[in-house]
């Protein structure tokens, strides 16, 4: 019982420790802060059945030929 909880003890802090900050881009994909990342549109895509293809976030909503 001991060596179980030690093992799920040690598997959320590895968890936790993986998580990391975000990281804000500028348009020509240098890193910087969050003010000088510009206004961007969050979008969800899904796959038909309901379940998420991707997230991601857009510069502008405007479609391209």
Not at 33 to 43: I, M, N, Q
């Amino acid at each position: 019982m001991k060596n179980t909880f030690l093992i799920l003890i040690s598997i959320i802090a590895i968890n936790t420790m993986a998580q990391k900050d975000t990281i804000y881009f500028n348009k020509h994909w240098e890193k910087g802060s969050k003010e000088k990342a510009g206004d961007l549109y969050r979008v969800n895509d899904y796959y038909i059945n309901g379940n998420p293809q991707m997230e991601g976030f857009w510069s502008n909503l405007k479609m391209r030929n």
